[in-house]
């Protein structure tokens, strides 16, 4: 970072969540909100019995937390695919190839001028909860909004995508 220059944080709202194919990923349509990336490690105590101080943190097992993701009802299967996927599995009807149900997500940050800023590899993900159709209100006046709550074995930031070069503007210097 330049000396004295402040950077703006980037924006909630531009991203977009890309899924794996098998042949590479593709984006997911529709795709209006993400749950945060959350993970927590549990705190083990220890203490020596010749230690005259009390018990010292230590860090135990890191649980990563479900992420939900949200999108407006569209046309494109690929959504509603997946969740069959791991139900199928679940009930004995799915292949048992171990990665027939289990997906990569990459989640991707924009800044303003719609350059890619951030990107996350979510890892061997899979679909643990899924609604197809909200309730449906003839009152309503609302996009139509399916859910689903994905597990995953971790998450790391892609280190390979760099922090853009705004364009400068007219009278810019």
């Known amino acids: 970072m330049a000396e004295g220059k402040i950077k703006s944080p980037y924006k ?9 194919t098998g042949t590479g990923f593709a984006e997911v349509a529709g795709v209006s909100k993400v749950g945060g990336l959350k993970r927590k490690t549990e705190v083990i105590e220890h203490r020596d019995g010749s230690s005259p101080l009390g018990p010292v943190p230590m860090p135990g097992k890191t649980k990563y937390e479900p992420i939900t993701l949200e999108r407006g009802v569209t046309h494109d299967l690929a959504f509603e695919d997946w969740a069959h996927k791991a139900s199928a599995f679940r009930s004995g ?16 940050v924009f800044n303003d001028a719609g350059q890619l800023a951030l990107a996350y590899s979510v890892y061997n993900c899979w679909v643990s909860d899924y609604q197809a159709l909200p309730d449906l209100d003839a009152n309503g006046n609302a996009v139509a ?26 009278l810019e210097g």
């Open 145 to 170: 909004i399916q859910s689903m709550t994905i597990q995953n074995e971790g998450w790391q930031r892609d280190l390979t995508a760099q922090e853009p070069t705004m364009p400068k503007f007219g």
């Open 12 to 20: 909630n709202f531009r991203f977009r969540v890309l899924l794996d």
């Open 93 to 108: 009807l799915g292949s048992l190839q171990s990665g027939d149900f289990r997906k990569d997500l990459r989640i991707e």
